[in-house]
């Protein structure tokens, strides 16, 4: 049965043969529009099924969650012929779909030629095995596919040892022995060599394996601590210049790095695709007023984030608690947009801090989205703001917002600085909002309202200035 979007979603409409089927979900196969590119296409990417479990909410959030996959898959680089939803109270415990229905996938599979089961959850070591013996073919799930793409577009040092943390700690419960890989390891004689006697068996390979990855895991942990201080020191650099700072985070693929390109002429990488960029950036901008800010923009969310990868990036996650105002991206043409609010905000609730920073959620690709669905957001997220990085429109309005938002200069001064000092006055343009400024022969008069390290600065070796 063909599964429509316009069929009932009350699932006790369905007769019960058809609530527990595999039904296909309509337009998850990828088209190729250039002939030219089948030949290479086939060569190069591998053929997956994909197949959910619909345990709760409604058959639009079942769809929905399988398109994500079906994205998800092709970040990663596969052709994807089928996917499929199978209506069950929880996933089965020996092979997540059930032993019947999974050898009807097995058919399937042969039938359309996929060599890749992807499944869209998290699997035990034991439902992959089960299930790989019954499909015939490679079986993966949702986490080891995130994991590949986070691999795939980790470009810096710090981004990749975070990566391959991740994928170590999925790794490890998984490792599986096969042949000789359960054979004893003998050291002396018994392994040809000239110790003193046979020693007996030692670990298994699969042991060694284990260690190797334990050992692999604590050095990483090591340089990510190493990396760690020294992302550290820029930030308290940064915060001992008392320069507000501003975290730029959302879900992934809503535009976080478009909005920050917009926002700063920053330059980053910008793709329609999922985790196109996974390292943060930094950068500076000035609110209308000309006060100096700084804008980081974070790795993107997605749900069921694999909680390896949310441990693994806590030192990069940890921009979003130190800063001052979260800029909290949300793509306004996606079909569900409210889903997207609240994986992030669940990934939120595990980095300590965050709960106590000011949020603007910032509805994105307003250019593209329905007007229908932006109002229902603004009515919904009081402290919101509609824009399109694309376009630039609502960008004024946004900036005028996070004027409004950062700490406030609470020290306004009226000094005259000696013309020795012209640093202060620089620090006075660069870190607050300067009223007035006028030269004497004595030395500068500097009107202006600024934070309290260069108020006391100002206030050694500056003098007052009566005012009338």
Same mark, same amino acid.
């Given at each position: ?5 316009? #069929? ?14 595999? /039904? ?9 529009? *250039? ?10 990417? #591998? ?11 409604? %058959? ?12 998800? %898959?092709?970040?990663?680089g596969s052709e994807v012929l089928e996917g499929l939803i199978q209506r069950r ?42 299930? #790989? @013996? ?23 040092? #710090? ?38 006697g046979g020693r007996g068996p030692g670990e298994t390979k699969i042991e060694l ?8 895991? %604590? ?19 940064r915060q001992s210049r008392e320069v507000p700072a501003v975290a730029i985070a959302?879900?992934?693929? +809503? ?20 985790? +196109? ?46 800063? *001052? ?74 900036? +005028?917002?996070?004027? /409004? ?25 660069? @870190? ?15 009107? +202006? ?20």
């Open positions: 049965m063909t599964y429509m979007r316009n #069929e009932p979603e009350d699932i006790g409409d369905y007769e019960l043969e058809e609530r527990q089927a595999l /039904r296909r979900v309509a337009g998850l196969s990828t088209e190729l529009t *250039d002939i030219t590119e089948v030949e290479y296409r086939q060569l190069r990417l #591998e053929r997956v099924v994909l197949v959910g479990v619909w345990t709760s909410g409604t %058959a639009f959030d079942a769809e929905n969650s399988l398109q994500e996959l079906k994205l998800l %898959a092709e970040t990663a109270d929880k996933p089965d415990s020996a092979t997540y779909i059930g032993s019947g229905k999974a050898t009807e996938l097995r058919d399937i599979v042969s039938t359309s030629g996929a060599d890749t089961v992807i499944c869209d959850g998290e699997l035990t070591p034991g439902q992959l095995r089960q299930l #790989e @013996e019954i499909v015939k073919v490679k079986v993966i799930d949702r986490t080891a596919l995130i994991l590949d793409i986070f691999a795939q577009h980790a470009k810096s040092r #710090e981004g990749k040892a975070q990566v391959e943390l991740a994928q170590l700690q999925y790794l490890l419960p998984r490792l599986r022995g096969w042949g000789g890989n359960l054979s004893r390891q003998v050291g002396g004689r018994a392994a040809g060599g000239v110790g003193i394996d284990r260690r190797r990855i334990r050992e692999r895991m %604590a050095k990483l942990r090591r340089q990510i601590k190493e990396m760690y201080t020294s992302r550290e020191t820029k930030r308290h650099r959302g879900y992934t693929n +809503a535009g976080k790095s478009s909005l920050l390109n917009r926002l700063t002429g920053a330059g980053v990488l910008v793709e329609d695709a999922l985790f +196109a960029t996974l390292d943060p950036t930094v950068r500076r901008a000035r609110t209308p007023e000309g006060r100096l800010f700084t804008l980081a923009d974070t790795v993107g969310f997605v749900r069921h984030l694999p909680h390896q990868l949310v441990e693994a990036f806590r030192s990069t996650l940890e921009e979003v608690g130190d800063a *001052d105002l979260i800029l909290h991206v949300v793509d306004g043409s996606h079909p569900d947009p409210e889903s997207q609010l609240a994986a992030v905000r669940e990934v939120f609730s595990e980095i300590s801090g965050v709960r106590d920073v000011p949020e603007i959620v910032v509805v994105n690709k307003a250019d593209a989205a329905d007007p229908v669905v932006l109002a229902r957001l603004t009515m919904r997220e009081r402290h919101s703001i509609v824009v399109s990085a694309r376009t630039g429109s609502g960008i004024p309005e946004l900036m +005028a917002l996070i004027e /409004r938002e950062l700490p406030r200069l609470d020290h306004e001064v009226h000094m005259l600085v000696p013309y020795d000092r012209g640093d202060l006055i620089a620090r006075a343009h660069q @870190e607050g909002e300067v009223l007035s400024v006028d030269h004497t022969g004595d030395g500068t008069i500097l009107h +202006a309202r600024v934070l309290p390290s260069l108020f006391h600065e100002l206030d050694r070796v500056a003098k007052p200035v009566e005012t009338v």
